[in-house]
């Protein structure tokens, strides 16, 4: 008996790869959405998130705005999932490093974050900028800081198990310590995404985060 879904698909075509009239393959769901995210982050870089609107992510990806909504409710719910992206990246950057100590583990973390996040101008740097700048206290705000603590939260974690090893100095207030080295995170990013000479920005980058790391360290830890 033939197969009338491949009948219907009309010679040449398959049922796993049928394209629209327009060219543009079909995708499955997942990746789809896949597609739509990661097409927001690249519009977020280029035209900041008031620039991010529903059609340039529907021509972007190539397809009909109404389509769009067959996979995100909203445009809040899409810049919701791309922001985890960067989210998700963040974390699995802070659990990628199995050194022993606290310390150890902070002095990698600040080695490879440039390498990891600030170079990458348009995929991280760029949007992750356009998100922590995002003003209005809508959906998107709202969870950009509630994702944005648990963070630092994670950060905050390692300097207290660094004072249960000895590592890290019993008396360091651990919150200030994070918002100091964020600070530095924010000036590495913003170097890069200024253009600034990488050559002086690797070495003033080296110097501020050694300078972090020996300040939060006990006198006797070198």
């Known amino acids: 008996m033939p197969d009338l879904h491949q009948a219907r698909l009309g010679p040449g075509q398959s049922a796993l790869a049928s394209e629209r009239p327009d060219g543009h393959k079909r995708l ?3 990746e789809r959405k896949a597609q739509i995210t990661q097409a927001t ?15 340039r992510i529907a021509a972007a990806v190539g397809i009909s705005n109404a389509a769009l909504y067959r996979h995100f409710n909203s445009r809040d719910d899409i810049l919701i999932a791309a922001y985890d992206l960067l989210d998700e990246r963040v974390h699995r950057w802070i659990e990628s490093s199995e050194a022993p100590t606290a310390m150890q583990r902070l002095r990698v973390l600040c080695e490879t974050h440039a390498s990891v996040f600030s170079v990458d101008v348009e995929g991280f740097n760029a949007p992750m900028f356009q998100f922590i700048v995002w003003i209005p206290r809508d959906r998107v705000r709202e969870h950009v800081d509630i994702r944005h603590r648990a963070v630092l939260d994670a950060f905050v974690e390692i300097l207290e198990q660094g004072k249960a090893q000895g590592v890290v100095r019993a008396d360091l207030d651990s919150e200030l310590a994070v918002s100091e080295l964020y600070a530095w995170i924010w000036w590495e990013d913003l170097s890069y995404l200024a253009g600034l000479d990488p050559d002086s920005t690797r070495k003033r980058s080296a110097e ?15």
């Not at 519009?43 to 059609?55: D, I, K, N, P, W």
């Not at 501020?208 to 070198?222: E, F, T």
């Open 28 to 30: 499955p769901g997942s």
């Open 41 to 55: 982050l690249r519009l977020a870089a280029e035209h900041g998130l008031h620039g991010v609107s529903m059609s």
């Open 208 to 222: 501020m985060y050694g300078r972090l790391l020996r300040d939060i360290a006990p006198a006797s830890v070198s």
